[in-house]
């Protein structure tokens, strides 16, 4: 699958970088990888905030077909699902 990840600016300025954070993220812990992520910025000294999103996109053949769908003009069928959220566990 692939791994979607949205961070603040403030992740690249303490210096944490694309191929760092993919290592980190290989945690089959998505929010234990996110929290060590969150840590080593701290470690840097980050002078900026930092914010960090992922999620991890399994797809298989059903995916490709409703994307197909889509491209087609049909709706395929959307589910969702709310993902509980990773506190920041650190000093206030």
Same mark, same amino acid.
């Given at each position: 699958?692939?791994?979607l990840?949205?961070?603040? #600016?403030? !992740?690249?300025? $303490?210096?944490?970088? *694309? &191929?760092?954070?993919?290592?980190?993220?290989?945690?089959?812990?998505? @929010?234990?990888?996110?929290?060590?992520?969150?840590?080593?910025?701290?470690?840097?000294?980050?002078? #900026?905030? !930092?914010?960090? $999103?992922?999620?991890? *996109? &399994?797809?298989?053949?059903?995916?490709?077909?409703?994307?197909?769908? @889509?491209v087609?003009?049909?709706?395929?069928?959307v589910?969702?699902?709310?993902?509980?959220?990773?506190?920041?566990?650190?000093?206030?």
């Amino acid at each position: 699958g692939d791994l979607l990840v949205l961070c603040s #600016d403030g !992740v690249e300025t $303490a210096g944490v970088g *694309v &191929e760092e954070m993919g290592g980190i993220l290989d945690d089959p812990d998505l @929010a234990n990888g996110i929290g060590r992520i969150i840590a080593r910025c701290r470690e840097l000294g980050a002078p #900026d905030n !930092v914010t960090i $999103a992922a999620m991890r *996109v &399994e797809a298989g053949p059903e995916v490709a077909t409703a994307v197909m769908k @889509a491209v087609d003009g049909e709706a395929p069928e959307v589910k969702t699902a709310v993902l509980p959220a990773v506190k920041d566990a650190g000093p206030s």
